[in-house]
C-alpha cells in the first residue's frame, strides 16, 4: 500500500470511518497528492451526514465518474425587461419614466423611520421650518464653490436648493449623481436659506443571504466579444472542456451566466471591421453558438446583452433577437433574457446587469474607477438604480415604468463591461465583476486600460465561497 493511500485511510478509520472494499481500486487510481483532500473533504461532508462509511458511489460522485444526483439545478427567471419594454415618446414618455422613478424610490426610502417625517418639496419650501423637515427628490444638479456645496433637489411638487457646510456631508454630497434620488433634512436660516443637514440614500438592507440546499457551483462570464481578433478563443475553449472534465468542481457546475458582450458586434466603433475575424453578426452568433453547444447539457445557461450585442443599445434591453441566431433561443439548456435580468439558481437570487452606466459614474464621480469596478457596484447599491443618470453616453429609453430601479435585493450582484474581475462584497450581497475574455484592444491601450481577461469566476451556492479558474496563465487560485 502508497504511504499517501496508508495516511489518507488512517485520516479516516481514525474519525471513526469504514472504507467499503470497492473504494480501494478507485483510491489506487487517485494521484497521490490528491488523495489526502479527497478523503478530508469526504470524510467532512459524510460526518456532517452522520454516515461513517466511505463506499465507491461515494468516490465514484466526487472524482465525477458520475453525476451526483442529489445536485440541484433550477433555474427560474424573475425578472426579464424584455416584455415589458413599451417605450414612451417624446417629454411625455420622459415624465413618465421620471415619475416611475421617484414613486417607486420613494416607496423604497419609506422603510426608513425618517420617512414618516417626510413632506413634499413645495410645503416644505413654503413653510420655511427651522426646526427641519424631511424632503426627497432627485438631484438636479450640484456645485462647489469655495467652503459651500449647493445641491437641488425636485419632486413632483417643485424643486429645492440646499447648501451644505458641513465638510463630512461635503463629500457626501460630491459623490452624489445627477438624476440620483435622495432623501435631505433640511432647515430653514433666515441669514443662509435652507441648510441641508443630513442626507440619506435609499441603500440596500444588511440581510443574510438566501443559499443552496445543494453545492452546485455557477459560473459567471462576461465580455467575451466572440468574432474579436482579440478574442481568447483557446483559452474560452479550454475552460468549456474543463466543465466537462472529472475534475470535482467541474461535475458540481451547474449553471453558466454571460452579462452581456456575447460577441464583438458590428460598427460598435470606428473601423472595427480591422479587429474582426467574423464580419457580420451572424457568422458571430454561429460561432457563439459552436462554443455553447459544447458545454454540458445539464449545466443551464443564462444569457444576456450588452452593448456590443445585436439589438437595441439603450437601456433597458430586450434579449438578443431570435432573428440572428435562432439556435441559441432552441437549447433547452439556454435562457436568453433582457438587460438587467434577475434570476434565481436554486433559491439564490443573482441580479445580472452589464455595466454601461460604469463610464457615467466613472467619470463624474471623485474617488472611483475602472480599476476598482465593485467600488461603483456599491455605488449603484446605494443609490438602488442601475443608471441614475440620464443624457450622458449611456442610452436610456423614455420607458412609461423605470425598469432599472432595484427593487428587489439579490444574494448576488453580477456586473461586467470595463474587463476587470473583481469580486467583493456589500451589506451581505456578493460583488462579482466577471472581467472578459478579450485581450487588450488598440483601443484599450491608448487610453491606459489593462483588462485582466481569461479568468472564470465560479461560486458554490451553498457555502457562498468564490474560486477562479485563470485560463490565462493555466492556473486556478481561490479569491475567498
Known amino acids: 500500500m502508497k504511504k499517501e493511500m496508508s495516511l489518507a485511510l488512517d485520516y479516516a478509520l481514525t474519525r471513526g470511518f469504514q472504507i467499503h472494499p470497492g473504494a480501494f481500486e478507485i483510491l489506487e487510481s487517485v494521484d497521490a497528492e490528491k488523495l489526502e483532500k479527497i478523503i478530508k473533504e469526504i470524510v467532512r461532508e459524510k460526518t456532517r451526514q452522520k454516515l461513517f462509511q466511505i463506499n465507491q458511489d461515494d468516490l465514484e460522485v466526487y472524482l465525477g465518474i458520475k453525476d451526483d444526483p442529489m445536485l440541484l439545478a433550477e433555474a427560474v427567471v424573475l425578472f426579464d425587461p424584455t416584455s415589458k419594454i413599451t417605450t414612451g415618446e417624446g417629454v411625455k414618455g420622459y415624465n413618465a419614466l421620471f415619475s416611475s422613478r421617484f414613486n417607486k424610490l420613494k416607496r423604497i ?7 414618516k417625517m417626510l413632506r413634499g418639496i413645495s410645503a416644505s419650501r413654503d413653510e420655511k ?9 432627485l438631484v438636479t444638479s450640484r456645485s462647489s464653490e469655495r467652503s459651500i456645496t449647493k445641491v437641488v433637489l425636485e419632486d413632483p411638487s417643485g424643486t429645492i436648493e440646499g447648501i451644505i457646510f458641513d465638510a463630512e ?5 460630491g459623490a452624489l449623481l445627477i438624476d440620483q434620488f435622495v432623501m435631505a433634512r433640511v432647515v430653514f436660516d433666515k441669514n443662509s436659506g435652507f441648510i441641508i443637514r443630513e442626507i440619506i440614500m435609499p441603500d440596500i438592507p444588511d440581510k443574510p443571504a438566501n443559499r443552496s440546499e445543494s453545492e452546485a457551483y455557477a459560473v459567471f462570464l462576461s465580455d467575451l466579444h466572440i468574432g474579436s481578433r482579440y478574442f481568447m478563443e483557446k483559452e474560452l475553449a479550454e475552460f468549456v472542456s474543463w466543465l466537462s472534465s472529472p475534475d470535482p468542481v467541474a461535475k458540481k457546475v451547474r449553471f453558466v451566466l454571460i452579462g452581456g458582450d456575447l460577441v464583438d458586434g458590428v460598427g460598435i466603433y470606428p473601423n472595427q471591421n480591422r479587429e474582426l475575424v467574423c ?3 451572424e ?3 454561429a460561432k457563439a453558438e459552436g462554443i455553447i453547444g459544447r458545454i454540458p447539457g445539464h449545466i443551464k445557461i443564462v444569457i444576456m446583452p450588452g452593448n456590443h450585442d445585436p439589438g437595441r443599445r439603450a437601456l433597458p434591453q430586450p434579449a438578443i433577437p431570435k432573428k ?3 439556435g ?10 433582457g438587460n438587467p435580468a434577475t434570476v434565481s439558481l436554486n433559491g439564490v437570487k443573482v441580479a445580472m446587469f452589464h455595466g454601461q452606466s460604469i463610464d457615467d459614474i466613472v467619470k463624474t464621480t471623485p474617488g472611483l474607477s475602472y480599476d476598482r469596478p465593485a467600488d461603483v457596484m456599491k455605488h449603484l447599491l446605494r443609490a438602488r438604480h442601475l443608471s441614475p443618470i440620464y443624457g450622458s453616453q449611456t442610452p436610456i429609453a423614455p420607458e412609461t415604468e ?5 427593487e428587489d435585493v439579490p444574494d448576488i450582484f453580477h456586473v461586467g463591461h470595463v474587463h476587470r474581475m473583481e469580486v467583493d462584497r456589500y451589506r451581505g450581497v456578493l460583488l462579482i465583476n466577471s472581467g472578459s475574455w478579450q485581450r487588450q484592444t488598440p483601443f484599450q491601450a491608448s487610453v491606459g486600460m489593462v483588462p485582466n481577461p481569461g479568468i472564470a469566476v465560479l461560486v458554490n451556492l451553498k457555502t457562498f465561497k468564490v474560486f477562479t479558474k485563470d485560463l490565462s496563465e493555466n492556473s486556478d487560485n481561490i479569491l475567498q
Do not use: F
Open 109 to 115: 426610502i419609506s422603510d426608513r423611520p425618517e420617512a
Open 129 to 137: 421650518s427651522e426646526k427641519g423637515v424631511h424632503v426627497c427628490g
Open 169 to 173: 456631508l461635503q463629500k457626501t454630497a
Open 279 to 281: 464580419q457580420t453578426l
Open 283 to 285: 457568422e458571430q452568433l
Open 324 to 326: 440572428y441566431n435562432a
Open 328 to 337: 441559441l433561443w432552441e437549447r433547452e439548456n439556454v435562457l436568453m433574457v
Open 402 to 406: 423605470d425598469l432599472l430601479v432595484i
